[in-house]
T-cell receptor, first 113, second 114 residues
Framework: AQSVAQPEDQVNVAEGNPLTVKCTYSVSGNPYLFWYVQYPNRGLQFLLKYITGDNLVKGSYGFEAEFNKSQTSFHLKKPSALVSDSALYFC???????????FGTGTRLQVFP | DAGVIQSPRHEVTEMGQEVTLRCKPISGHDYLFWYRQTMMRGLELLIY????????DSGMPEDRFSAKMPNASFSTLKIQPSEPRDSAVYFCASSLGTSIDTQYFGPGTRLTVL
């Protein structure tokens, strides 16, 4: 069975500092990995995905994520955080033989001025 | 394209009443997903459709919940009778194809059952 874990309920970072939001996964075969962001009272918005190819994936709003097969991780990163990045971030995984995405529990990112 | 459209955005009802949530997916998308989000359980997949056919409804919590997709541009999620524990935000999402394709979410319907 596929699963995804986001070990941190909340991440706090000062504006201008780099940020990392962690995600680990478990899936049979090659994983398809996604990051979504949710702003208050809004639906989830797609940030980036890894299907195959380069382990470093670049996405919207300056975010990127690194796929690490040996550590089964897909951490979300940004070199310089903005206050406007404060939101709820979800990691999700799908296996190649399924149509379903399994979402993590979410990590709340708080960027302080 | 206007994106995924959901209605109503907010619904307040009393226990025992029937509730119908509506979704219009992005035109051309073959997959439609219904999710429920609560603080306690996070984001749960309830059911999904491919080309208007329900594929997996294993996430539907009880027989009180039912979903239909009569055509490619419309789906409903119905709760009858509603209970206070059904209070949540319900999201509809659509995608072009299988698991590698991005899901696009609607703004959600916030349901409160008193």
């Amino acid at each position: 069975a596929q699963s995804v874990a986001q070990p941190e309920d909340q991440v706090n970072v000062a504006e201008g500092n780099p940020l990392t939001v962690k995600c680990t996964y478990s899936v049979s075969g090659n994983p398809y990995l996604f990051w979504y962001v949710q702003y208050p009272n809004r639906g989830l918005q797609f940030l980036l995905k890894y299907i195959t190819g380069d382990n470093l994936v670049k996405g919207s709003y300056g975010f990127e994520a690194e796929f690490n097969k040996s550590q089964t991780s897909f951490h979300l990163k940004k070199p310089s955080a903005l206050v406007s990045d404060s939101a709820l971030y979800f990691c999700a995984v799908a296996g190649y033989n399924t149509d379903k995405l399994i979402f993590g529990t979410g990590t709340r990112l708080q960027v302080f001025p | 394209d206007a994106g995924v459209i959901q209605s109503p955005r907010h619904e307040v009802t009393e226990m025992g009443q029937e509730v119908t949530l509506r979704c219009k997916p992005i035109s051309g998308h073959d997959y439609l997903f219904w999710y429920r989000q609560t603080m306690m359980r996070g984001l749960e997949l309830l059911i999904y459709f491919n080309n208007n056919v329900p594929i997996d409804d294993s996430g539907m919590p009880e027989d009180r919940f039912s979903a239909k997709m009569p055509n490619a541009s419309f789906s409903t999620l119905k709760i009858q009778p509603s209970e206070p524990r059904d209070s949540a935000v319900y999201f509809c999402a659509s995608s072009l194809g299988t698991s590698i394709d991005t899901q696009y979410f609607g703004p959600g319907t916030r349901l409160t059952v008193l």
